[in-house]
């Protein structure tokens, strides 16, 4: 049922050093993507969710450390020499940013750009070739008179267009694995729909596996196939959209999805409290500072991932919880 | 439970000021500087026209009747630089301060304004600043002198206070266009749509937030325009344009004017000791203007 | 594209006539060119003064005395000089001919070597080499050209001639005394110390530019998108970040060589080098009108061309601001 994994992360581990000390902004994160699905990632500003994925795109600055493994179609990418990461950027798997007008370079052409991906991963092909699939690319995700615009700027284009500009490029060489970091986030809400269903038609039609990073749980309800919840830099919940929005089982997950407005609610329910100071990390649970449900073990030991019905989870009170009924 | 202390965006600019320890030594050595030359009466040893003793006097090497040697006509070179730094970290000083006046008002109005206005004074700041400098100082100082009536309001073109308003004319413009690259930058953020919404007047908003919040530009422009008029008196002095007063008076420039001759005549101490306080001032400005510049608007470029 | 470039070329004239008619204001009433030439010529007849103010258009009206210069301007009809009576085309020209020697070595080295230099340093921010270049950058700048030029001119001339007995760089003029014809190797010799000097202002101002600019284009989203494109290192140093960096730089260095010719006053003072600054200096100081005023309208007109050249440039370079 499950098709083959094209991108596997396990136990990754991303420190930075500041003038403040060491900063843990990844600590032990296990992410499995398979072919041609949609992997949602959600979590908080601060939880890791992108630094996860620049790591393993090799984005880091270099004198981030980075320890753990990153196997893309079998190959590991942590410690790999220059000449294979690059060889995976943009080929095998690419990354999309939150921000399309700043993400484009503004003195190049949109079409050239488009091109300038293409011919690093396919050198065979000859400039006109490049400029051809460069306006059918600009076809695909949606780009009206595709051959009149590959010849603007990116300031003569929209937010929503710019960001369609955005996917064309990294879908040029059809990668495997395709990560938005927060794609909609800086659109107008009308033009969000539009680029999901823009990722979802990339997706079906190439199969390319995405990674979708979000804050976002209605964008997650909308599109993902399987998720990924972040916070604190580890992972506190995995499982199929649909089970997890049904029976979550971490508290935090639980607080994400109570805060959601929802019909006959009169006032909004929010997770009290802040997220952890990563220059010092509590010692046990990441969320357990802001739980309502956590005991003396949960501030005091680090839970791991495990099974929990068909979800996975890192709440060592889950059973416990579901038979208190859900309340504190 | 983490707690974030904060600290206002004054004391982190201090902080990061601070950290820069050229700039802060540099505040040291100039206030240093600064009171040597206030308490003048005491740090010199001598008056700036006063012979340090009967002939033979003339070209003295540094020794202990004269710490820096003497000058041309046995003038100790001391404290004449005592009092040379003195008037021109004066003109320096009051120049830039009206440079930095008038070039913020003209930069606010430009900026907030735009049209007509902005673009006019754009194109004249532009053709006066691409224009060669000392060429345009030397014919608007004599331009400028020999307007009869100008001269009797900001004096005779070899006086002192007529330097100070030839250097302001000069220093208003780059200070202008800092003040309107910020403010323009300014004007697009949502404070300002938010007063304006709450039906503040356009001087309201100016005064009230785009000139506070444009301070660190304003003191960046204010440090540089202070080292730029001291290095264009000195400039000046050295063709022998600058601030003349007769009874001996001298500037900085002046007497980094007179190293063009010692350097025939091997009197080294003529050249080295005015030309090293003028460099010396320099530096120490331009130090400080440029952690001014780094406290009030950080990069993450330094390695951090 | 071609509509901005031909806009602002259509506001180029009018404001070459305006700036030179600022100019001949500024000159009549700062050199007072009849009290100089009555002063030269303390003996001359009412006709010559005439015929004197006729040809440099000193007639009481200013509007109209500008416009009598300017026919003759324009027609080559140029006085003579007050003092001695000179023809003023050829030492004007060769004045320029010098000054444009000196400017564009000067300039060229100082700009591509300030360039190269700012790049490195830009690459490791923060590193030793990065506070070697800023460190150096803020010397030059902050030590006056005229101290940079008369402490060469006392190592090169009295030391080093004291300590190994023949004269390396020579310090002043084109050629030594009574050399005639041409030498490059004589030539560069001269030139070579009014060079660095030059070069080395230059240097520092373009270093820290082209750091400064670099840093910021590095620091943008859009590396970060080159960069997960997989392509090399070289590509996206030069495709991207140097031609973005450049930007800036190019418009200032524009603006720069606009104001060579009138530039280097203070070097080729010092080095005795007989250039457009030498010539402005002994000019101004006779309060020679005749003189001064087809040096002003060379100095301004290549002002205003490379302000024009900087602005069509910029245009070219960076697609933003293309506004029709």
Known sequence: MMSELVLSIRDLRVTFDTPLGPLEAVRGVDIDVHAGEMMGVVGESGSGKSVTFLAAMGLLPHRAKITGSVLLNGQEMIGAPNKVLRNMRGGLMSMIFQDPLSALNPVHRVGDQIVEMLQAHQSQLSDKDAAKRAVELLDIVGIPQAAERAHQYPHEFSGGMRQRVVIAIAIANNPKVLIADEPTTALDVTVQAQILEVIERVQKTFGTAVVLITHDLGVIARVADRVNVMYAGRNVEKGGVDSLFDHPSHPYTRGLLASLPHEGAERLTPITGFPPNMLMPPPGCGFAPRCSFANDGCLTSLPALRSFGDLETACLRAEQIVIDGARP | MTDFATISPKRMALRRFLSHKAAVGSCVLLALMVLAVILSPFTARYGVNQSVRKPPNTFLPPQKLAWFGTDDIGRDLYSRLIYGIRVSLIIGLFSALISTIVGCVVGAVAGFRGGRFDDVVMRVTDLFLAFPFLVALLVIRNTIGSIHWLTVIIGDKSSARFIVFLLAFFGWMGVARIVRGQVLALKEREFIEAARAVGATRRYIVRRHLLPNSIGPIMVALSFAVVGAITAESTLAFFGYGPQAGDGATSLGILVGAAKGAVQTGYWWIAVFPCFALVLISLAINFIGDALRDATDPRLDRGE | ?324
């Open chain 3, 1 to 324: 594209m071609l509509r901005f470039a031909l806009r602002r070329m259509v506001w180029a004239l009018p404001t070459l006539l305006l700036v030179t008619f600022l100019v001949y204001i500024a000159l009549r009433l700062g050199t007072d060119p009849l009290q100089s030439y009555l002063r030269t010529n303390p003996r001359a007849s009412r006709d010559k003064i005439e015929q004197y103010k006729a040809v440099n258009g000193l007639s009481s009206n200013y509007v109209l005395g500008y416009f009598h210069w300017l026919k003759n301007f324009v027609t080559f009809n140029w006085p003579r000089s007050i003092k001695g009576s000179r023809e003023v085309w050829p030492e004007l020209k060769d004045a320029l001919v010098n000054t444009i020697r000196l400017g564009s070595l000067a300039t060229f080295l100082g700009v591509v070597i300030g360039l190269l230099v700012g790049m490195f340093a830009a690459l490791k921010p923060g590193s030793r080499r990065d506070v070697a270049v800023n460190t150096g950058a803020f010397l030059g700048i902050s030590i006056p050209p005229y101290i940079t030029a008369v402490l060469f001119q006392l190592v090169f001339s009295v030391y080093w001639s004291r300590w190994f007995g023949h004269t390396l760089f020579p310090t002043s003029g084109v050629y030594p005394a009574g050399h005639t014809g041409f030498d490059l190797v004589l030539m560069l010799k001269h030139m070579a110390l009014p060079t660095m000097v030059v070069a080395i202002q230059v240097v520092a101002v373009y270093s820290r530019y082209m750091r400064s600019s670099l840093l910021d284009v590095l620091n943008s989203d859009f590396m970060r998108t080159a960069r997960s494109k997989g392509i090399s290192e070289r590509q996206i140093l030069f495709r991207h970040g140097v031609r973005n960096a450049l930007i800036p730089v190019v418009t200032i260095a524009a603006l720069d060589i606009g104001a060579i010719i009138g530039g280097l006053i203070i070097s080729e003072n010092i080095f005795a080098y007989p250039g457009m600054g030498v010539y402005f200096l002994s000019a101004f100081g006779t309060g020679d009108f005749p003189l001064l005023m087809p040096w002003m309208v060379l100095v301004v007109a290549s002002t205003l061309i490379f302000n024009l050249i900087a602005d069509v440039s910029y245009a070219f370079l960076d697609p933003r601001i293309r506004l029709d």
